[in-house]
């Protein structure tokens, strides 16, 4: 049985290290790591996928962003299962939950960078006009409206929001 739960202090390291075995020691390099460097999620919305034994098997969070014209939207990711779990549904659990989350908060537009085959199920499609503020192949930069025509339009460059981490560091999950 698996629990998704919202992220606290005690799911760091185990977090940090299901990321490291992810995405590799690169995944900090990433134009999306550095929309979340230094900052916090968006208040409740990081969520961790906990096993039986209260061991951390997956992860996602949301990032409040300012999506060029757009105005305000959140950036999900990292999304990570532990590659023991991997192909259960868990992956998509998780995405199903952030997005209700995000939604039941007022959020209008999620925006990402990921595998179309596997996002497109949940309505991210690709975006044109807006862009990430370093490297990124466009064919990932994905965007899912929650409010009809939230993205509609939408131009400029994509920049961090938000809280630094330093703001609340009682609510810091680490980096």
Do not use: C
Not at 45 to 56: T, V
Not at 107 to 127: E, M, S
Not at 132 to 143: I, K, M, N, T, Y
């Amino acid at each position: 049985m698996v629990t998704i739960i919202p992220e606290n202090t005690t799911h760091v390291a185990q977090r940090e290290a299901l990321l490291d075995r992810a995405f590799g020691l690169k995944r900090r390099r990433k134009t999306s790591e550095r929309l979340r460097e230094g900052r916090i999620p968006a208040d409740d919305l990081a969520f961790a996928a906990i096993n039986r034994s209260g061991r951390l098997i997956g992860t996602v969070r949301l990032w409040d962003i300012e999506a060029g014209t757009a105005g305000k939207a959140l950036l999900l990711g990292p999304l990570a299962v532990d590659a023991r779990h991997r192909g259960r549904g868990l992956g998509s659990a998780l995405m199903r939950h952030a997005i209700a989350a995000a939604q039941a908060q007022g959020a209008r537009a999620i925006l990402l960078v990921g595998d179309q085959p596997f996002y497109g199920r949940f309505g991210f499609a690709k975006l044109d006009g807006l862009a990430l503020p370093g490297p990124v192949d466009p064919d990932r930069f994905l965007g899912l409206e929650l409010e009809p025509g939230a993205l509609a339009g939408a131009t400029g460059v994509v920049a961090a929001a938000g809280l630094p981490a330093l703001d609340k560091p009682d609510l810091r999950f680490g980096t």
